[in-house]
């Protein structure tokens, strides 16, 4: 479970902000919108949403978090010797061109409160440190500076490993490369974040299919996609045998590898309507094409689908990028009422996403430590803050508000729209 995450000097984060999914001590939807994990007494939030213009950098706080995920699973066995680091550090100030970008997040393990954080540049990591947050006093379990790794006497599991350690790798990686115990458990809780947007919506639309071939998931599944009424009733997938002919121009190896294999019959994905006669009965049932002739909105919320499912029935945490991109805004709504609800999240799994959609900025749906605003200032750094953190009221009208510029975060407000002035004698470049 996440607590928060922090990030500076990346990309248009030049100093440090803080996302945190800590509920705050108010108490708007207390019991459906907040929990309270067993053995830790602290309470967290089951969703939150970000807001902000375009390039303002929603997209790139959640590309923050992804790195910090990708560097934990993949630094020590992905990055070769002298590979250089995929970062990009805050490029419109001189003075954070020397300096590292910073990561950091506090979570909740094993029942357990970790805190581990890292700094690097494209070539090293500078500093890394690994914490047990304990009601009493922190337990340090190791700190790096640079080459200088320490390991406290009690995480036997590091103990051997700094000197195994690669400048341009973490050594949380390395320790679980090596089968650590709380090292593998805390890759483990990273493996359970997914990242999903757009770019990657083969990959989710994948994950979804291949739930239909377990009955119990596809139940699950399916209800999911009936409760948003998309206008199909099942979803299936119709197999078809590639025949010799078909692989006519393949050597006789590839031919026959292909034939023998699963590849060898590849499927048609397949809607299930209802069909009528003229006295609008039920006679029977149409076959669609899910590519070709359903909308490009149930694709995506199909694609969605099935992480979503993981999420309400295992845990974790799940991030979209732009969820409101192709969906109706009651689809949008729906996904975020599954999280917030004590009957659907069981396994209080939290959902975190970004959106331009402001129906959901409303107080029947969120709280106002739930609602984040991305703004970039007048030199090109993006900043963050929730409502709570803007002093709004609790009464106040969240998207009225918001459109009309009162919280930043918009292009321009609603009651003062810029003009072009494209008809004007002296035209100036909008650039100077």
Do not use: C
């Amino acid at each position: 479970m996440l607590i928060k995450f922090k990030v500076g000097n990346y990309l248009s984060f030049k100093d440090e902000v803080e996302f945190s999914l800590e509920a705050a001590s108010i108490k708007e939807y207390a019991e459906n919108n907040v929990f309270e994990p067993e053995h830790v007494r602290i309470r967290l939030l089951k969703s939150a949403a970000v807001f902000g213009a375009n390039a303002a950098g929603k997209s790139n706080l959640i590309k923050a978090f992804e790195l910090m995920k990708d560097m934990v699973l993949n630094s020590a066995k992905g990055l070769q010797v002298n590979e250089m680091i995929a970062v990009e550090n805050f490029k419109l100030n001189t003075s954070t061109a020397k300096r590292p970008s910073t990561f950091e997040i506090e979570f909740i393990n094993d029942n357990r409160v970790y805190q581990y954080a890292f700094q690097l540049d494209k070539h090293r990591i500078w500093r890394e440190h690994l914490i047990e947050i304990r009601k009493t006093k922190n337990a340090t379990l190791f700190h790096r500076l640079y080459n200088q790794i320490t390991v406290s006497d009690f995480f036997t599991e590091g103990k051997g490993l700094e000197d195994k350690t690669r400048i341009n790798a973490l050594f949380l990686s390395v320790i679980a490369q090596f089968n650590g115990n709380i090292a593998s458990r805390i890759l483990g809780w990273f493996q359970k974040v997914v990242f999903l947007s757009d770019l990657n919506t083969k990959t989710s639309f994948n994950h979804s299919i291949n739930l239909l071939s377990d009955e119990k998931r596809k139940k699950q599944l399916l209800k999911i996609l009936e409760i948003a009424n998309l206008g199909f009733e099942d979803i299936v997938i119709k197999k078809f045998k590639l025949r010799e002919d078909q692989l006519s121009e393949m050597p006789d190896d590839i031919k026959k590898l292909i034939l023998s294999s699963t590849h060898g019959t590849p499927g048609k994905i397949l809607t299930i309507h209802k069909k009528y006669d003229q006295n609008n009965k039920v006679v029977g049932h149409e076959e669609f094409s899910f590519s070709d002739e359903e909308s490009l909105g149930t694709q995506k919320y199909f694609s969605l689908s099935g992480y979503i499912l993981d999420a309400l029935t295992q845990g974790g945490v799940l991030v979209i990028d732009e969820l409101d991109a192709k969906l109706h805004p009651l689809l949008s709504t729906l996904i975020v009422q599954f999280f917030n609800s004590t009957s659907d999240n069981i396994s209080n799994a939290q959902l975190i996403f970004s959106t331009n959609n402001t129906n959901l900025l409303s107080d029947k749906i969120f709280r106002r430590d739930q609602v984040y605003f991305v703004e970039k200032d007048e030199l090109g750094s993006s900043k963050l803050m929730n409502l709570l953190g803007k002093g709004v009221r609790n009464d106040a009208s969240f998207e009225k508000d918001y459109l009309n510029g009162d919280y930043n975060a918009v292009p321009f407000s609603k009651k003062d729209r810029p003009q072009l002035g494209l008809f004007e004698e002296d035209e100036g470049s909008l650039f100077h």
